[in-house]
């Protein structure tokens, strides 16, 4: 069974930084890409950030570009987040999802109904 287990939000005042993880198991990161998104609240689904199976990175919002860094530890199995300079604006649920589907996940920007999500860590950004 395919699961994922997002790890590492928080309360970070602005201009904080976090490092969010996403822990993959019943599978291999190895062979498929993955990706992070995230919902604020009364918001629709943003995709950030997706790092294919040959750790090509994709960047989809320009809001995080500079800021947000997507890496994979392949040993661990596990996808990484790094977020500085965090601004009010970043609060929201993050998510990390997949579609096993060769590299598809970095090819559907918002996700969709065929992707593995994870159940999300919020990161809340407020002084």
């Known amino acids: 069974q395919v699961r994922l287990v997002e790890s590492g939000g928080g309360l970070v005042q602005p201009g904080g930084s976090l490092r969010l993880s996403c822990k993959a198991s019943?599978?291999?990161?190895?062979?498929?890409?993955i990706g992070w998104f995230r919902q604020a609240p009364g918001k629709e689904r943003e995709g950030l950030l997706c790092?294919?199976?040959?750790?090509?990175?994709?960047e989809w919002a320009d809001s995080v570009k500079g800021r947000f860094i997507i890496s994979k530890d392949r040993r661990a199995n596990t996808l990484y987040l790094q977020m500085s300079n965090l601004q009010p604006e970043d609060t929201a649920v993050y998510y990390c999802?997949?579609?096993?589907?060769?590299?598809?996940?970095?090819?559907?920007?918002?996700?969709?109904?065929?992707?593995?999500w994870g159940q999300g860590t919020q990161v809340t950004v407020s002084s």
């Open positions: 999802a997949t579609d096993l589907d060769y590299d598809r996940a970095c090819m559907v920007r918002d996700g969709d109904s065929r992707f593995t």
């Open positions: 790092i294919s199976s040959s750790e090509e990175v994709t």
């Open positions: 019943g599978y291999t990161m190895d062979y498929y890409g």
